[in-house]
């Protein structure tokens, strides 16, 4: 990376940047975010130079990180792509609608605020007691692409974190039946845009910290928060009481997303089984041994 920006003065940085706490704690902090999501970028393959991208910023401490991240990125030289903040107001009531585009204008941003209520039609058609996350988060998606065609974008950028990931992992074991989770980087199903998501490796908690020592304008969701006994909600909990008992254990989990090996795997679409012979010899990692990956 380039030179550090401690080094530089304060008004020389992006507005966004500017006035972080001058303190050894946050620096190593907004470094890891930094190094941490261009990181991403470069394992997953997620910038071609000179596409534009769609960065969603929803008003919460993860799309804000993102946001300020990929700004310093660009800022840095290292992000060869152009970047317009979105944000799609989904008619929620309460939602401070001034908030997010009185924020990105003093912050010089380049940005859109879309209005679509989604919120009216997620109330209709959910019954009572059951959950909002899915058909909310399928209409949203649905109007982001429409913007993002629109805007000439190649690309949806989410603020989906590392414990995203690790979350929806669970889900899909626990209540789908699948060994599946979010993917960093994909195509949508018409094939025409990507959907990346550059915070894969970043941990939920330094979003929270960095998002709080900004002192950004958090905005809350209170569609789905004030749900109670949402079933990622108990995923997030079981994860956090196993980080409690065994620090670094979302660490380790998600280095084991990274090193999958089908040939360990019960699915006879990923490996083929039927075409396995005798008479070769495998080192101990071939055969699974546990001991062979400490």
């Given at each position: ?32 975010i930094v190094r941490e999501t261009r990181a991403a970028i470069d ?231 039927a075409g396995l012979a005798l008479g070769g010899r495998s080192d ?11």
């Open positions: 990376m380039t030179d550090s920006p401690d080094d530089i003065a304060d008004t020389d940085l992006p507005p966004i940047l500017r006035g972080a706490p001058d303190t050894t704690e946050f620096r190593k902090l907004r470094k890891r394992t997953y393959a997620m910038a071609r130079r000179g596409d534009r991208w769609l960065v969603c910023l929803s008003g919460g401490k993860d799309s804000f990180t993102l946001m300020a991240a990929l700004i310093e990125l660009k800022w840095r030289g290292l992000l060869p792509v152009e970047l317009l903040v979105c944000n799609l107001d989904q008619g929620q009531p309460g939602f401070p609608a001034t908030v997010l585009p009185e924020f990105l204008t003093r912050m010089g941003i380049e940005h859109r605020i879309e209005y679509a209520d989604t919120y009216s039609i997620v109330m209709d058609k959910i019954p009572q007691g059951n959950t909002y996350c899915a058909l909310c988060s399928r209409l949203r998606r649905g109007n982001l692409y429409r913007i993002a065609r629109e805007e000439g974008c190649a690309a949806v950028v989410l603020g989906h974190h590392r414990d995203d990931i690790l979350e929806t992992l669970f889900l899909n074991l626990f209540h789908g039946g699948r060994l599946a989770t979010m993917p960093p980087k994909l195509v949508n199903e018409e094939g025409d845009l990507f959907v990346l998501r550059p915070l894969a490796f970043v941990a939920e908690a330094d979003c929270a910290r960095f998002a709080r020592a900004m002192e950004f304008p958090v905005i809350p969701c209170n569609l789905c928060g004030s749900q109670d006994g949402l079933q990622r909600m108990q995923v997030k909990a079981l994860l956090d009481d196993w980080e409690k008992r065994s620090p670094g254990r979302r660490q380790v989990m998600f280095r084991a997303l990274m090193n999958a090996r089908p040939s360990h795997l019960p699915d006879p679409r990923l490996f083929d089984f101990p990692a071939e055969r699974g041994d546990a001991s062979a990956t400490i």
